[in-house]
């Protein structure tokens, strides 16, 4: 049994007052955007300008100080490799040939 469509709207019939409504939401919508967006390029120009000193002070204490910089990235190098070699080393111990499973 068919219900009645008397209270139905179909959808291409927006009253005024929903389409204005809809025009202020998304007015209001395009707005907080705007201001999100200022603000997003505000904080972004913050941090590349926090980055861009850091990386002064970085190659300034570098330039100082060669040796130890040298020395810093050597034993970061080798303990590096160390630690890829165990992990490979590791791993290859733990592998057994493929025809010695099904045995």
């Known amino acids: 049994?068919?219900?009645s469509t008397g209270?139905?709207?179909?959808?291409g019939n927006l009253d005024q007052l929903d389409s204005?409504?809809?025009g202020?939401?998304?007015?209001?919508?395009r707005a907080e955007i705007a201001s999100l967006s200022a603000r997003l390029s505000e904080r972004a120009g913050n941090a590349a300008a926090y980055?861009?000193?850091e990386a002064t002070t970085v190659a300034g204490a570098i330039r100082?100080?060669?040796a130890t910089?040298?020395?810093?990235?050597?034993?970061i190098g080798t303990i590096g490799f160390a630690i890829g070699y165990l992990v490979g080393a590791q791993s290859v111990e733990n592998r057994t040939a493929w025809y010695r499973r099904y045995s």
């Open 51 to 53: 980055v861009q000193d």
């Open 20 to 22: 204005d409504k809809m």
């Open 69 to 75: 910089a040298t020395t810093l990235f050597t034993l």
């Open 1 to 3: 049994m068919a219900e």
């Open 24 to 29: 202020q939401e998304i007015a209001s919508l």
């Open 64 to 66: 100082e100080h060669p």
């Open 7 to 11: 209270n139905v709207k179909p959808m």
